[in-house]
């Protein structure tokens, strides 16, 4: 079993940073493709960045040039640096890790982001 714990949120001005992080138990975090989804009042979950066992990323157009997802395999750990926050970051951020068909799909319990205008 895989267990993701996000941390790092909390309340920042526009303008200002935060780094997420988010760490997985178990093994096999080095083959998993990571992932950071966010979901605001009343709205769908949706994609903000990806990271692949091979350190690809892909950003959604709303985060690029402003946001850098990583990830520290010795430490079990994928980050998401988010720089220029807007008021519409504002979120519940969750972290999501694919560790194929075989062992399963996990999500982290999710941390919060609120941006002050």
């Known amino acids: 079993q895989v267990q993701l714990v996000e941390s790092g949120g909390g309340l920042v001005q526009a303008g200002g940073s935060l780094r997420l992080s988010c760490a997985a138990s178990?093994?096999?975090?080095?083959?998993?493709?990571m992932g950071w989804y966010r979901q605001a009042p009343g709205k769908q979950r949706d994609l903000v960045a990806t990271?692949?066992?091979?350190?690809?990323?892909y950003y959604a157009d709303s985060v690029k040039g402003r946001f850098t997802i990583s990830r520290d395999n010795a430490k079990n750990t994928v980050y998401l640096q988010m720089n220029s926050l807007k008021s519409e970051d504002t979120a519940v951020y969750y972290c999501?890790?694919?560790?194929?068909?075989?062992?399963?799909?996990?999500w982290g319990q999710g941390t919060q982001v609120t941006v002050s205008s």
């Open positions: 178990g093994s096999f975090f080095s083959i998993a493709a």
């Open positions: 990271i692949t066992s091979g350190s690809s990323t």
């Open positions: 999501k890790g694919n560790y194929g068909l075989t062992r399963g799909v996990y």
